[in-house]
Nanobody
Framework: QVQLVESGGALVQAGGSLRLSCATSGRMFRIVVINWYRQAPGKQRELVATISRGGSTNYADYVKGRFIISGDDAKNTCYLQMNNLKPEDTADYYC????????????????WGQGTHVTVSS
C-alpha cells in the first residue's frame, strides 16, 4: 500500500499563499493519479485538483487561476500551491493516490492521507 502524508497547512490571511505537500512512500509500481480534496466543516468533501503521471492537470472552477498542482518525482511528492487564498478555502485538505501495485496489475488501488488543515482568516 502507498502511504501518503500531507503537510503545509497553516493559518493564513486572505490573499496569502500556502504550499501543501503530499509525500508518498511504500512499495508500488506506479502512481497513476494524485488528487487533492478538501472538506470544510458541515460540507461535503470536494475535489480540488488532479494531476496524472503524464502531467495533465485539472482544477475545480473555484480554484482555477489561483491553485497549481505539481509533482516532483525525485522526492516522490505532490504539491498544491495555493495563491490568493480566500476564507472559503478554509478546510481540511487531503491527498489521494490512485496507483498500480505491480507492473502486471490490472486494477488500480487507492490510498488516502490523514489531511492537513488550512484556515484562511478574513
Amino acid at each position: 500500500q502507498v502511504q501518503l502524508v500531507e503537510s503545509g497547512g497553516a493559518l493564513v490571511q486572505a490573499g496569502g499563499s500556502l504550499r501543501l505537500s503530499c509525500a508518498t512512500s511504500g512499495r508500488m509500481f506506479r502512481i497513476v493519479v494524485i488528487n487533492w480534496y478538501r472538506q470544510a466543516p458541515g460540507k461535503q468533501r470536494e475535489l480540488v485538483a488532479t494531476i496524472s503521471r503524464g502531467g495533465s492537470t485539472n482544477y475545480a472552477d473555484y480554484v482555477k487561476g489561483r491553485f497549481i498542482i505539481s509533482g516532483d518525482d525525485a522526492k516522490n511528492t505532490c504539491y498544491l500551491q495555493m495563491n490568493n487564498l480566500k476564507p472559503e478555502d478554509t478546510a481540511d485538505y487531503y491527498c489521494n493516490a490512485e496507483y498500480l501495485p505491480q507492473s502486471f496489475s490490472t486494477e488500480t488501488k487507492l490510498s488516502w492521507g490523514q489531511g492537513t488543515h488550512v484556515t484562511v482568516s478574513s
